[in-house]
Protein backbone atom coordinates (compact mmCIF):
# COMPACT_ATOMS: atom_id res chain seq x y z
CA UNK A 1 0.00 0.00 0.00
CA UNK A 2 1.24 3.45 -0.81
CA UNK A 3 1.89 6.48 1.53
CA UNK A 4 -0.81 8.07 -0.55
CA UNK A 5 -3.40 5.30 -0.18
CA UNK A 6 -3.29 5.36 3.74
CA UNK A 7 -3.80 9.40 3.68
CA UNK A 8 -6.83 8.26 1.65
CA UNK A 9 -7.78 6.16 3.78
CA UNK A 10 -7.51 8.02 6.91
CA UNK A 11 -9.19 10.76 4.96
CA UNK A 12 -12.40 8.78 4.85
CA UNK A 13 -12.14 8.06 8.34
CA UNK A 14 -11.66 11.71 9.65
CA UNK A 15 -15.50 12.11 8.17
CA UNK A 16 -16.69 10.39 11.87
CA UNK A 17 -17.92 13.99 13.36
CA UNK A 18 -16.27 13.12 16.91
CA UNK A 19 -12.60 12.49 15.33
CA UNK A 20 -10.27 15.40 15.43
CA UNK A 21 -10.49 17.72 12.37
CA UNK A 22 -7.15 17.61 11.44
CA UNK A 23 -5.47 14.25 9.97
CA UNK A 24 -2.09 15.01 12.31
CA UNK A 25 -4.28 15.13 15.57
CA UNK A 26 -6.81 12.20 14.12
CA UNK A 27 -3.44 10.11 13.48
CA UNK A 28 -1.35 11.23 17.00
CA UNK A 29 -5.09 10.16 18.64
CA UNK A 30 -5.35 6.75 16.94
CA UNK A 31 -1.88 6.18 18.58
CA UNK A 32 -2.36 6.99 21.48
CA UNK A 33 -5.51 5.33 21.97
CA UNK A 34 -3.18 2.09 20.74
CA UNK A 35 -0.77 2.41 23.21
CA UNK A 36 -2.62 2.64 25.73
CA UNK A 37 -4.31 -0.84 24.39
CA UNK A 38 -0.73 -2.25 24.61
CA UNK A 39 -0.36 -1.07 28.00
CA UNK A 40 -2.60 -2.64 29.71
CA UNK A 41 -5.96 -4.95 29.36
CA UNK A 42 -8.58 -2.50 28.64
CA UNK A 43 -12.08 -3.22 29.05
CA UNK A 44 -14.70 -2.85 26.95
CA UNK A 45 -17.12 -0.55 28.50
CA UNK A 46 -19.59 0.41 25.64
CA UNK A 47 -20.21 -2.64 23.57
CA UNK A 48 -21.79 -5.62 25.37
CA UNK A 49 -20.48 -9.19 24.37
CA UNK A 50 -23.17 -9.74 21.56
CA UNK A 51 -22.05 -6.14 20.32
CA UNK A 52 -18.16 -7.15 20.65
CA UNK A 53 -18.79 -10.25 18.80
CA UNK A 54 -20.18 -8.55 15.69
CA UNK A 55 -17.87 -5.50 15.72
CA UNK A 56 -15.53 -7.74 15.72
CA UNK A 57 -16.95 -10.13 13.43
CA UNK A 58 -17.49 -6.95 11.06
CA UNK A 59 -14.21 -5.82 10.99
CA UNK A 60 -12.34 -8.92 10.75
CA UNK A 61 -14.22 -9.36 7.60
CA UNK A 62 -13.32 -5.57 6.41
CA UNK A 63 -9.46 -6.35 6.36
CA UNK A 64 -9.15 -10.35 7.39
CA UNK A 65 -5.91 -11.78 8.48
CA UNK A 66 -3.84 -12.97 5.70
CA UNK A 67 0.45 -12.39 5.33
CA UNK A 68 -0.95 -9.35 7.10
CA UNK A 69 -2.19 -9.09 10.29
CA UNK A 70 -6.31 -8.39 10.79
CA UNK A 71 -8.18 -6.11 12.46
CA UNK A 72 -8.69 -8.53 15.20
CA UNK A 73 -4.85 -8.81 15.85
CA UNK A 74 -4.48 -4.84 16.28
CA UNK A 75 -6.97 -4.60 18.28
CA UNK A 76 -9.31 -2.67 16.37
CA UNK A 77 -12.14 -3.85 18.28
CA UNK A 78 -11.45 -2.67 21.32
CA UNK A 79 -10.05 0.83 19.32
CA UNK A 80 -13.76 0.71 18.28
CA UNK A 81 -15.29 0.66 21.97
CA UNK A 82 -12.61 3.23 23.46
CA UNK A 83 -13.33 5.40 20.63
CA UNK A 84 -17.20 5.01 21.50
CA UNK A 85 -16.91 5.02 25.15
CA UNK A 86 -14.31 8.07 25.17
CA UNK A 87 -15.15 10.41 22.04
CA UNK A 88 -18.46 9.91 20.69
CA UNK A 89 -21.39 11.91 22.11
CA UNK A 90 -24.32 10.25 23.72
CA UNK A 91 -26.27 10.57 20.33
CA UNK A 92 -23.48 9.62 18.06
CA UNK A 93 -23.02 6.54 20.50
CA UNK A 94 -27.17 5.84 20.44
CA UNK A 95 -27.07 5.96 16.65
CA UNK A 96 -24.21 3.53 16.06
CA UNK A 97 -25.45 1.10 18.68
CA UNK A 98 -29.53 1.16 17.15
CA UNK A 99 -27.49 0.35 13.66
CA UNK A 100 -25.53 -2.61 15.01
CA UNK A 101 -28.91 -3.86 16.29
CA UNK A 102 -30.60 -3.06 13.13
CA UNK A 103 -27.58 -5.19 10.73
CA UNK A 104 -28.54 -7.96 13.38
CA UNK A 105 -32.60 -7.56 12.55
CA UNK A 106 -31.22 -7.42 8.62
CA UNK A 107 -29.50 -10.65 8.93
CA UNK A 108 -32.83 -12.05 10.06
CA UNK A 109 -34.78 -11.05 7.38
CA UNK A 110 -32.18 -12.52 4.55
CA UNK A 111 -33.77 -15.02 2.54
CA UNK A 112 -32.74 -18.17 3.80
CA UNK A 113 -31.29 -16.53 7.08
CA UNK A 114 -33.27 -18.49 9.34
CA UNK A 115 -30.91 -17.09 12.44
CA UNK A 116 -31.54 -13.75 13.88
CA UNK A 117 -27.84 -12.77 14.18
CA UNK A 118 -25.11 -11.56 11.68
CA UNK A 119 -22.53 -13.76 13.51
CA UNK A 120 -24.68 -17.00 12.93
CA UNK A 121 -24.77 -16.44 9.18
CA UNK A 122 -22.71 -18.38 6.42
CA UNK A 123 -20.02 -16.64 5.14
CA UNK A 124 -22.00 -15.85 1.77
CA UNK A 125 -24.86 -14.30 3.79
CA UNK A 126 -22.17 -12.01 5.61
CA UNK A 127 -20.93 -11.07 2.55
CA UNK A 128 -24.31 -10.77 0.82
CA UNK A 129 -25.46 -8.72 3.55
CA UNK A 130 -22.51 -6.44 4.08
CA UNK A 131 -22.55 -5.40 0.63
CA UNK A 132 -25.98 -4.71 0.57
CA UNK A 133 -24.67 -2.28 3.41
CA UNK A 134 -22.03 -1.33 2.19
CA UNK A 135 -24.45 0.23 -1.12
CA UNK A 136 -26.51 1.80 1.85
CA UNK A 137 -24.05 3.92 3.67
CA UNK A 138 -25.39 6.92 3.08
CA UNK A 139 -28.14 5.99 5.16
CA UNK A 140 -28.97 8.55 8.24
CA UNK A 141 -29.32 5.84 10.65
CA UNK A 142 -29.77 2.72 11.32
CA UNK A 143 -27.75 -0.46 9.83
CA UNK A 144 -26.38 1.60 6.70
CA UNK A 145 -24.76 3.92 9.07
CA UNK A 146 -23.58 1.49 11.60
CA UNK A 147 -22.22 -0.19 8.98
CA UNK A 148 -20.50 3.05 7.46
CA UNK A 149 -19.27 3.99 10.71
CA UNK A 150 -17.87 0.67 11.55
CA UNK A 151 -15.77 0.48 8.30
CA UNK A 152 -14.67 3.84 8.99
CA UNK A 153 -13.65 2.99 11.95
CA UNK A 154 -12.12 -0.20 11.19
CA UNK A 155 -9.67 1.71 8.54
CA UNK A 156 -8.83 4.23 10.86
CA UNK A 157 -7.87 2.06 13.86
CA UNK A 158 -5.86 -0.96 11.46
CA UNK A 159 -4.07 2.27 9.77
CA UNK A 160 -2.74 3.71 13.79
CA UNK A 161 -1.59 0.56 14.85
CA UNK A 162 2.02 0.85 15.56
CA UNK A 163 2.08 -2.60 13.83
CA UNK A 164 1.20 -1.89 10.72
CA UNK A 165 2.52 1.56 10.21
CA UNK A 166 5.94 -0.21 11.49
CA UNK A 167 5.69 -3.64 9.87
CA UNK A 168 3.98 -3.03 6.51
CA UNK A 169 3.39 0.65 5.68
CA UNK A 170 6.97 0.64 6.78
CA UNK A 171 6.96 4.37 7.44
CA UNK A 172 5.84 6.92 10.64
CA UNK A 173 3.03 9.15 9.47
CA UNK A 174 4.49 12.37 10.54
CA UNK A 175 7.50 13.66 11.72
CA UNK A 176 7.69 13.10 15.15
CA UNK A 177 10.32 15.71 15.83
CA UNK A 178 14.52 15.54 16.31
CA UNK A 179 16.10 12.83 17.48
CA UNK A 180 19.54 13.62 17.82
CA UNK A 181 20.70 10.37 20.08
CA UNK A 182 20.58 8.23 16.74
CA UNK A 183 23.46 6.71 16.10
CA UNK A 184 25.29 7.37 12.87
CA UNK A 185 27.51 4.53 10.96
CA UNK A 186 29.16 5.56 8.07
CA UNK A 187 29.12 4.02 4.29
CA UNK A 188 32.33 2.29 3.28
Do not use: C
Amino acid sequence: MQRRQVVQFLGAALALPFLPRSAEAAIELGQALHRRLGESDVPFRTLNAEQQRLVTEISEMIIPETDTPGATSVKVPQFIDLILTEWASDQERAAFLAGLTDIDTRAANLPAGGTPRFVNLSKEKKTELLTALDAARREKSGAGLAFNRLKRLTIYGYFTSKPVQVDILKTQMFFDGYHGNVPFTPSV
